[in-house]
């Protein structure tokens, strides 16, 4: 299997000799609600073939030569497992429903001549496919990537590229960060200000000197048909969206927008500075929870997603300490400090989104003051806020900033890159990340789900530089989320990028170079 280079790296493979042929006379023959058009339409673009897609009717697919099949897998019961097959005669892709058939549709893309990538026919490539079975089936249940679009925003089109891309590495979690003190970028049809005023800051500090600011208003937001084209989009390809609206805190363009529901009730605008704001929403004044509420109403209604993230890091507790109405609060539920008020804030969001079948997912700061009851931790300062949540039995995602933040640089030495925010991440640390660290308890190592890269993007201006600080750290973490590959060198990560990385060339997707 040492010709084959597959990300992420698969479960099981048995190469076989030979290889299957795909030429203009082939078809496809798909179980109903199998994803056959698609398989067809991704082959159709480079190859320029026909590829007619036939129902699986027994008789015939049974014999089918010069065919590729999509056909259910009773014995394949975990529901992103599939196998695939491939023989001179036909390729064979197995599994027991749609996730599994769409993994099994990028192997076999990413088994196929790079060309296969392209968008528009290629002339005179071999359409070879080498024939193996593989069986496969993810280690973890979370393999996201996060994408901040509150301090940049990128246009529709390059989201779904994004997306396209994470499918492509078997992701399945797109984590959409979509309010910020410098932006908010959500339609809320309720609350227009949100976008009207919320969205647009006066100006962007300059990546190079933080003591300049450039004089450019900045803005603009995702309508609400545009934020559910995007989920179906996503939807299509096996993966789910997340949307985060923060709270309490990184919520100053909200209060921009309405400054009734900061403590403060005033002077407030869209923020022009990176870092950590003190004007937080007030926890005393009840029309913020009405306030919140309304906006989640909307939210749920565009987003599926079983799991909502509410935010929860970074909010400085000043306000609430000089608030009468905070204060009040404090006193009548009988809480010790602001750290409890603010355990209290979520607590409230919380059974509301229970309520409504939903599930909250928040930063680890939410376990300061007392974890919601059902609540899912992200662990981003390190791995210690995820280890303490799945000790005291509660679900938890890992994105530790010391392996999963792809906004830090790439490399020790700045000057050759693109400014960053001033950390380091390379490709090297990033393959050491360990998802379920030691100190979980055998019994809770079940409440990690999984993992992922986080793209922050205040030096991130656009959405070929996203592709770039994404690409290949994200492809490492698809490959560790999905097999956990620890025996693996570094140096033979390389090596498998070496010969992988002209598959993003082909999709015109921008990475980050190797290191020499
Ligand atoms: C975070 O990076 N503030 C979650
Ligand atoms: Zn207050």
Request: aromatic share 10%; with cysteine.
């Amino acid at each position: 299997m040492s010709d084959i280079t597959l990300f992420p790296q698969p479960q099981t493979i048995h190469r076989a000799s030979g290889n299957f042929t795909l030429d203009a006379h082939a078809r496809v023959f798909s179980s109903d609600g199998a994803p056959g058009e698609m398989l067809a339409n991704y082959l159709r673009r480079a190859t320029g073939f026909d590829l007619p897609v036939h129902p699986l009717d027994d008789d015939i697919a049974a014999d089918a030569t010069n065919a590729i099949l999509l056909v259910p897998s009773a014995d394949l019961v975990a529901a992103e497992a599939y196998k695939l097959d491939v023989r001179p005669e036909r390729v064979t892709l197995g599994a027991g429903g749609r996730k599994g058939f769409l993994h099994a549709i990028q192997t076999l893309r990413q088994l196929m001549p790079p060309q296969i990538l392209a968008d528009a026919p290629q002339d005179d490539v071999a359409w070879l496919i080498p024939c193996l079975r593989i069986s496969d089936e993810p280690a973890f249940g979370w393999r996201g990537l996060h994408l901040d679009v509150g301090r940049h925003m990128f246009p529709v089109d390059f989201i779904k590229k994004f997306i396209d891309t994470m499918a492509f590495y078997k992701f399945n979690t797109f984590h959409w960060h979509l309010t910020e003190d410098q932006g908010w970028r959500l339609e809320i049809k309720k609350y227009p200000r949100l976008t009207e005023v919320g969205a647009y800051r006066a100006q962007t500090q300059i990546p190079t000197d933080p003591n300049q600011w450039d004089g450019e208003p900045y803005g603009g937001y995702y309508t609400q048909d545009q934020a559910r084209e995007i989920v179906a989009y996503a939807q299509e390809r096996g993966i789910t969206i997340v949307p985060e609206i923060e709270l309490p805190g990184h919520s100053l363009a909200a209060l921009a927008a309405y400054p009734e529901l900061g403590c403060a009730g005033s002077d407030y605008q869209v923020r022009t500075t990176w870092g950590i704001d003190p004007n937080i929403y007030c926890a005393g004044n009840d029309a913020v929870f009405t306030f919140l509420q309304d906006v989640f109403e909307e939210a749920l209604a565009i987003f599926p997603s079983e799991y909502i993230h509410i935010g929860g890091d970074e909010a400085p507790k000043e306000r609430w300490a000089a608030c009468p109405k905070c204060q009040a609060r404090i006193k009548a539920e009988g809480l010790a400090d602001e750290h409890e008020l603010q355990s209290w804030f979520i607590r409230q969001i919380e059974s509301w989104l229970n309520e409504r079948g939903r599930r909250l997912v928040g930063w680890d700061e939410i376990l300061e003051g007392g974890l919601a009851p059902n609540a899912t931790v992200m662990s981003w300062r390190g791995s210690d806020g995820g280890i303490a949540a799945a000790n005291a039995g509660h679900d938890a995602v890992m994105t530790p900033t010391t392996y999963c933040y792809l906004d830090y640089y790439q490399h020790e030495d700045w000057t050759r890159e693109p400014p960053a925010i001033a950390r380091t991440l390379t490709l090297d640390q990033v393959w050491q990340f360990e998802v379920v660290p030691e100190q979980i308890a055998p019994d809770k190592r079940h409440h990690i789900l999984g993992g992922q890269g986080n793209i922050w993007t205040e030096y991130i201006p656009d959405s070929r530089q996203v592709e770039y600080m994404a690409f290949p750290r994200a492809i490492a973490i698809a490959d560790i989320l999905w097999n956990q590959p620890k025996e693996q060198s570094y140096q033979a990560l390389v090596e498998r990028l070496r010969a992988h990385l002209p598959c993003l060339d082909m999709m015109g997707v921008n990475y980050r170079r190797l290191d020499e």
